[in-house]
């Protein structure tokens, strides 16, 4: 019996562990971590005052790693020479290094954003600063606002927004060549900023939205924001600073030829009322034409006869720009003439059918073009050349629910060189007026004309726009469904366009006022909608 009684236990013990085995999984490895990593002690310590130390050592309560460092580190002012900061994989001590020789009785802060994660969970330490003086106390002031974009609803998170210290060196071209003195950057989408531990002066406040994080504005690739009036601290004041892409002063790049009787010639700016002027000597009966690229920034120089010679002097002037131009001639091949639709796809009721050629177009013989309708009933047309871009549009009536077959017999178009097009066939259709949907907009609030009100998809492309001098309904026919953008600008020159910036000039952009909400469009839907202005 006793024997029977020292078996029970066991046996007891043997089912419990079989029905543990018989469960399947893992066990559990207990709630999720997360709390940050936490900082224990800093050598030297967070906010020191009189720094001469080249080495800065952090320690947390945990292994940390570096995520995205480049990303997101701010050190303010920026330095010559990168400090080194580890570790590169995980440790419980974060050091930098500082490589570069400190200036006297300047505050420096090293903002590490969402950097600093821990090892496991990657919980984040957000935006841990450190802090130090190389005189006897930390600058404290601070300088807040948002960005805003000149052409969108928002700016494309993150900008980058400087102050430079206005003093007897300060000059507005240091903006290109020299770093700021104080640097932040917008923290998310509400593109709000703050830069901190500022010393009184007075500073002129820039935003860039850079493409090479290098603190200095490139005009080519960056977006600029200015202040017209430098700013004094201490001020309570917050600031809103607009970014825009500056237009750069004209000039021509370097011209090529690409065939025989074609020349390019690059530009940068606003080409409008630019000219070429040939220098060298021509042959009798010398004639050229300019079209202007419609993609690229590029002015196509076609000329005849051919030239013998191996090079070509051009004068290019707009305003006050001139410049000498050479090209080297070379013995190439000449173009041929090829024809191809422009804009494919669907027409809409008042979009005109245009083709494109390869060269200069000079004519357009009708009575060798047919247009049919789907029922292969003639369709009257009318022709027009727009000698600056290069495109021929046949105007005619469209219907819904069409389809329109162009056909082209042989001679149909001759180009400058007095080459002539080949058969061709073209095909256009119509949608039924169902398909598409419509907004009627009434402006309120309008304090200047003229304005320009713009429809704009969701990648921002201009579909429609209507130009106002004066109060009147804004009314979008033909939409296809899909959901839109409505923008308004104030056109303070009346030039019918938007106009950018310039830093150099203290130019503010022509102002730009967005619909406050994205508008859905249905097919066969007319929307009423009223755009109230602050």
Not at 47 to 73: H, P, V
Not at 120 to 145: C, P, Q
Not at 238 to 253: D, L, M, R
Not at 427 to 442: M, R
Request: some cysteine; aromatic content about 12%.
């Amino acid at each position: 019996m006793k024997q029977r009684l020292y078996y029970i236990p066991i046996v007891l013990i043997g089912i419990l562990l079989m029905g543990n085995c018989a469960k399947k999984g893992r066990p559990s490895g207990g709630p999720l971590d997360t709390i940050p990593p936490m900082i224990v002690r800093s050598v030297p310590e967070n906010f020191t005052t009189n720094f001469s130390e080249t080495e800065i050592r952090i320690y947390f309560d945990e292994y940390i790693k570096l995520k995205n460092l480049q990303e997101n580190l701010i050190i303010s002012p920026p330095m010559k020479y990168d400090p080194i900061i580890t570790p590169l994989s995980t440790s419980k001590m974060l050091r930098i290094r500082i490589q570069d020789t400190l200036a006297e009785n300047t505050t420096y802060s090293f903002n590490f954003g969402k950097s600093i994660v821990d090892n496991n969970e990657e919980n984040e330490f957000d935006y841990f600063k450190y802090v130090f003086s190389t005189g006897s106390y930390i600058d404290s002031l601070k300088v807040k606002g948002n960005v805003l974009d000149a052409q969108l609803p928002t700016a494309d998170f993150p900008v980058t927004v400087m102050l430079y210290e206005v003093n007897e060196d300060f000059k507005d071209s240091l903006i290109y060549s020299e770093k700021p003195r104080y640097i932040a950057t917008t923290r998310d989408s509400s593109n709000t900023f703050e830069i901190t531990n500022v010393k009184e002066g007075e500073y002129l406040l820039l935003a860039l939205k850079e493409k090479l994080n290098d603190y200095t504005f490139q005009p080519k690739t960056d977006k600029i924001g200015f202040l017209n009036d430098n700013i004094t601290l201490p001020s309570d004041s917050s600031y809103a600073v607009t970014i825009f892409k500056e237009v750069p002063e004209f000039k021509f790049t370097r011209p090529s030829q690409l065939s025989k009787y074609h020349i390019v010639f690059g530009y940068e700016g606003e080409v409008e009322g630019a000219s070429l002027e040939p220098l060298s000597q021509l042959p009798d009966g010398f004639s050229s034409k300019i079209v202007r690229d419609l993609v690229t920034d590029t002015l196509h120089y076609w000329f005849k006869p051919e030239i013998e010679a191996d090079s070509l002097l051009f004068m290019g002037r707009k305003g006050s720009f001139e410049d000498s131009l050479e090209v080297r001639m070379k013995d190439l091949y000449a173009d041929s003439l090829l024809v191809t639709a422009y804009r494919t796809g669907t027409l809409i009721p008042r979009d005109t059918f245009s083709v494109k050629t390869s060269t200069p177009i000079i004519s357009i013989d009708e009575s060798k073009i047919t247009i049919m309708d789907k029922d292969t009933l003639p369709v009257r047309f009318s022709s027009v050349i727009h000698p600056k871009n290069n495109l021929a549009q046949f105007i005619f009536e469209t219907s819904e629910d069409q389809r329109y077959q162009m056909e082209m017999l042989p001679g149909a178009l001759t180009d400058f060189h007095e080459n002539v097009s080949d058969s061709l066939s073209f095909t256009a259709n119509t949608k039924q007026l169902s398909d598409y949907g419509t907004i009627s907009l009434q402006l309120q609030n309008v304090k200047q004309y003229p304005v320009i009100v713009q429809l704009l998809t969701e990648k921002f492309e201009v579909v429609n726009e209507q130009f106002l001098k004066e109060e009147a309904a804004v009314y979008f026919d033909y939409i296809d469904p899909g959901n839109y953008f409505i923008r308004l600008i104030i056109d303070a020159n009346a030039n019918n366009r938007w106009d950018s910036g310039n830093f150099l000039q203290r130019l503010q952009p022509e102002d730009v006022v967005y619909y406050p909400k994205l508008i859905e469009v249905l097919a066969n839907w007319s929307l009423n909608e009223t755009f109230i202005l602050d």
